[in-house]
């Protein structure tokens, strides 16, 4: 008889402690799900894409910077009018060209602003919205199992 009760005994705690570990198991996975929707998914889905674009843009408008900086020390080595006003015909040229590729960079910078400002909008939107939708627990949590 002693047996018997204790065999109950332990049938109920064995009960009560895979429930337990069962439960702290859902809330690990819950922690998980949480951790990749904050942190792991908006990176690799919203926010890498983003970076690679800012990078691009980066690298375009610093390698113009070192073509306009080579184009400048070409323009200032190379340009050698002849005559009296030679200084002002140098300076002149070289004014003019400085003009020009400052419009034609100006119009390209302003060109990639509008490019990138509306899809930009829309980003963080999009991100706002996702970060709205995300709620923790990730599923459902019920303690024990057999309580509805």
Same mark, same amino acid.
Do not use: C
């Given at each position: 008889?002693?047996?018997?009760?204790?065999?109950?005994?332990?049938? +109920? +705690?064995?009960?009560?402690?895979?429930?337990?570990?069962?439960?702290?198991?859902?809330?690990? @996975?819950?922690? @998980?799900?949480?951790?990749?929707?904050? #942190?792991?998914?908006?990176?690799?889905?919203?926010? &890498?894409?983003?970076?690679?674009?800012?990078?691009?843009?980066?690298?375009? #408008?610093?390698?113009?910077?070192?073509?306009?900086?080579?184009?400048? @020390?070409?323009? &200032?080595?190379?340009?050698?009018?002849?005559?009296? *006003?030679?200084?002002?015909?140098?300076?002149?040229?070289?004014?003019?060209? &400085?003009?020009?590729? @400052?419009?034609?960079?100006?119009?390209?910078? +302003?060109?990639?602003? =509008? *490019?990138?400002?509306?899809?930009?909008?829309?980003?963080?939107?999009?991100?706002?919205?996702?970060?709205?939708?995300?709620?923790?627990?990730? #599923?459902?949590?019920?303690?024990?199992? =057999?309580?509805?």
């Amino acid at each position: 008889m002693p047996q018997l009760i204790g065999a109950i005994l332990i049938i +109920i +705690i064995a009960v009560w402690v895979v429930a337990a570990v069962v439960w702290i198991v859902q809330w690990i @996975a819950a922690g @998980a799900v949480w951790f990749w929707q904050v #942190f792991l998914m908006p990176f690799f889905v919203y926010f &890498t894409p983003a970076v690679l674009m800012l990078i691009v843009t980066v690298a375009i #408008f610093w390698g113009s910077m070192i073509a306009v900086k080579n184009y400048f @020390a070409s323009l &200032t080595n190379n340009v050698n009018p002849a005559g009296s *006003l030679e200084n002002v015909l140098r300076y002149y040229i070289i004014s003019m060209l &400085t003009l020009f590729l @400052a419009i034609i960079y100006l119009s390209l910078f +302003i060109l990639s602003l =509008w *490019l990138s400002y509306e899809p930009g909008q829309q980003f963080v939107d999009h991100v706002i919205e996702y970060y709205e939708s995300i709620i923790f627990p990730a #599923f459902k949590i019920q303690f024990p199992f =057999w309580k509805n």
